[in-house]
């Protein structure tokens, strides 16, 4: 089954420092990955996504991701980080259904920003 | 503005009660979804639905219900059967039905309690 991993639940990051968040899935086809963010209590919004061609991808809001195939791995990525990025991460990807298709989530990973 | 509405926002349910949880998008897209979030288990899905009245179980379909009678609407009733129903409930749309999954849309949730 198709599955995605984020290895680290929390991360502390200081503010101006870079920042790369882990994802690894598990898909036997070409995945449809992306990844989201959330704020305290709100839904999610999207940053980027993958499907095919250039394996980085750019994103809103200064972020960044690279697919990587051999490594079954899609990390999201941003050079300097503000306060205002404090949030939690999801990675997803896109799985197969009867009748169509859903997203499967990691379990997601919270982003402090310390100053 | 286009978007998805969930209401209400907080909800409370007392022992033996079914509740709905309402979701309306006004985006004319085709799917919805219901994804239930715990702390650290990232989101889950519930039931999806790909167009007007018809629906798949996701991976958590038991103790709740849905119904998709009109295509800008997608209500979860969360049944008495469902013995641990507190959680932060998710509706999400999608333009594209059967493929990627493109972009999903989310409502900004409802917190779902038991009295």
Redesign the interface.
């Known amino acids: 089954a198709q599955s995605v991993t ?1 290895p680290d ?1 929390h991360i502390t990051v200081s503010e101006g420092a870079s920042l790369e968040l882990r994802c690894n899935y598990s898909y036997g086809a070409t995945p ?1 990955l ?1 990844w ?1 963010v959330q704020s305290p ?6 940053l980027l ?1 993958y ?1 095919s061609g250039d394996t980085l991808v750019q994103g809103i809001k200064g972020f960044e991701a690279e697919f990587k195939r051999s490594q079954s791995s899609f990390n999201l990525r941003k050079p300097s980080v503000h306060w205002s990025d404090a949030a939690e991460y ?1 990675c997803a990807v ?1 799985t197969p ?12 990973t919270t982003l402090s920003v310390s100053s | 503005d286009g978007g998805i509405t969930q209401s209400p926002k907080y909800l409370f349910r007392k022992e033996g009660q079914n509740v709905t949880l309402s979701c309306e998008q006004n985006l004319n897209h085709d799917a919805m979804y219901w994804y239930r979030q715990d702390p650290g288990q990232g989101l889950r899905l519930i039931y999806y639905s790909q167009i007007v009245n018809d629906f798949q179980k996701g991976d958590i379909a038991e103790g709740y219900s849905v119904s998709r009678e009109k295509k800008e609407s997608f209500p979860l009733t969360v049944t008495s059967a469902q013995k641990n129903p507190t959680a932060f409930y998710l509706c999400a749309s999608s333009a594209d039905r059967g493929g990627t999954n493109e972009k999903l849309f989310f409502g900004s949730g409802t917190q779902l309690s038991v009295l």
């Open positions: 984020q639940i449809y992306f989201y209590g709100q839904g999610l919004q999207l996504k499907f999801f896109a259904y009867q009748a169509g298709t859903a997203l499967i989530f990691g379990k997601g």
